[in-house]
């Protein structure tokens, strides 16, 4: 009986994709291979290729080395400062929503960005509205 992939495994990327998606060059991606800072593998044309978990872990080690950078500017003007009510969660996305003043809000994120956050109801957040487009229509 042949046996089957599991459905999210990941294809190894070449390098050259791993260099993007880590936004280095491809130099480094080498370096990184040969001081074992990276784990790559080789095809038998001697071509390298970078599983997709390595470079989650890469980039979540980044994510949680990196100093955040203080925002001084943005361009988003609609700013609603308000407390969370209530978080619903499943495998995939999340939804959040927000009382502020009397404002209900309502967000869909990840549930990847929700578990790094560590929303939950009653935490104080501030939602940022950039829309380029809002479209309103009554029924006739």
Request: hydrophobic share 40%.
């Amino acid at each position: 009986m042949p046996t089957q992939k599991p459905r999210n495994v990941q294809p190894p990327l070449r390098i050259g994709q791993a260099a993007e998606i880590l936004g280095v060059s491809v130099d480094t991606i080498r370096r990184w291979a040969e001081d074992g800072t990276l784990k790559t593998t080789r095809t038998g044309g001697g071509q390298r290729l970078v599983a997709a978990s390595e470079i989650r872990r890469l980039l979540s080690r980044r994510r949680k080395t990196s100093p955040d950078r203080t925002i001084v500017a943005q361009s988003a003007r609609n700013r609603f400062p308000g407390v969370v009510t209530k978080v619903e969660i499943d495998r995939v996305a999340a939804t959040v929503e927000v009382q502020a003043g009397p404002h209900r809000l309502l967000s869909l994120l990840t549930a990847e960005a929700v578990r790094e956050l560590g929303l939950k109801a009653g935490d104080q957040v501030i939602c940022v509205v950039k829309a380029t487009n809002v479209i309103v229509e009554v029924p006739s």
